[in-house]
């Protein structure tokens, strides 16, 4: 059972443009959310986090979105640049509970 | 600061043998996560260390096990290895067990033959 779902396996972005990475979940506990970037031959690097009590967390060029009601967390990455490129996974954990459920993945490619 | 180390970064065996990695996490981490990735599974749990004692378990069957020793350091071992275990394996580690920002070391990829 599949709690964290990224339905996009992949996307292709104009650089420049705004890169928009969709996550559902299932499990109304979670109430923390990351997204991780992870090139090939690396492991994930962790971007950008937000807590179940807020619906928005901005840092830089990158921002999460959070609906709680809709059980939904989005991702946007405003300009998109090309070492914007790489599989995005998001993850959720319950507080209190060291482990993640990750999503399966999407793979952004920016195209110059 | 270095980051978290896992090492072999590949490895090869064959059915039937067992395998042990390493994770070295970063200084003054004292939870380390073991996470397995497949294509089209993502990222799955296999367990937590903090302080020498496993917290958290993931799904796995029995001859997946792992320890933690006094300087954080972790070891994952597999024994009785099946084709389906081929896989990259991620440690994580952070500051304390909540994991709002674990750092992953780059991987072990573990092929089966």
Redesign the interface.
């Known amino acids: 059972d599949q709690q964290v779902k990224?339905n996009s396996p992949s996307l292709s972005v104009q650089e420049g443009r705004i890169s928009i990475l969709n996550c559902d979940y299932t499990n109304s506990m979670f109430d923390?959310f990351?997204w991780?970037k992870k090139y090939p031959?690396?492991?994930?690097?962790?971007l950008i986090?937000i807590s179940s009590i807020k619906d928005k967390n901005e840092d830089g060029r990158f921002t999460v979105f959070l609906n709680k009601s809709a059980k939904h967390l989005s991702l946007h990455i405003v300009p998109s640049q090309p070492g914007d490129s790489a599989v995005y996974?998001c993850?959720a954990?319950l507080?209190?509970?060291?482990?993640?459920?990750?999503?399966?993945?999407t793979r952004l490619t920016i195209i110059p | 600061k270095a980051g978290v180390t896992q090492t072999p970064r590949y490895l090869i065996k064959t059915r039937g043998q067992q395998v042990t990695l390493s994770c070295s996490p970063i200084s003054g981490h004292r939870s380390v996560s073991w996470y397995q990735q497949t294509p089209g599974q993502g990222l799955q749990f296999l367990f937590e260390y903090f302080s020498e004692t496993q917290r958290n378990k993931g799904n796995f069957p029995g001859r997946f096990s792992g320890r933690q020793f006094s300087n954080s350091r972790s070891e994952m071992n597999v024994s009785t290895l099946e084709l389906g275990d081929s896989a990259l394996y991620l440690c994580a580690s952070s500051e304390q067990p909540l994991n709002t920002e674990a750092f992953f070391g780059q991987g072990t990829r573990l092929t089966v033959v």
Do not use: M, R, V
Not at chain 1, 95 to 105: A, D
């Open positions: 990224q923390y990351l991780y031959a690396e492991g994930p690097t962790f986090s996974f993850a954990s507080f209190g509970n060291e482990k993640l459920t990750f999503g399966t993945g």
